[in-house]
């Protein structure tokens, strides 16, 4: 059965102040991310990619389809609690790129409460 909110209480944080191109795992296995602050620290739009893989080298950004995508304008931040936490089945990796499915890096600054 699929973890939910109810299983687990609270999220933790995650960090990570260097997210570019490569692609990061941020956590193995089933994951809720229940919310995000993003900022993009270049002076064009950047987007984050999000993949529901086990680990980083299962994804080859710019040719994996990303499960979710996220923009953040120029210099820009977003923040957003999640009412309905996204599921990750295998995992959740990441990738900021300068396009929707680019494999061009983009500084981005990302935190993240997962469970």
Known sequence: ????????????????DDVVATAE???????LLGSFSLHNTTAADAFLQLFDAASAGAVTVGTTVADYIIPVVANG?????L?????FKNGLVIA???????SSGAAMDVSFGIA
């Open 77 to 81: 931040i977003e923040n957003e609690p």
């Open 96 to 102: 900021s790129t300068t396009a929707t499915d680019g």
């Open 1 to 16: 059965m699929a973890k939910t909110i109810k299983d687990i209480g609270a999220f933790i944080p995650y960090r990570n």
């Open 83 to 87: 009412s309905v936490p996204l599921y």
């Open 25 to 31: 795992l941020v956590q193995a296995g089933e994951t």
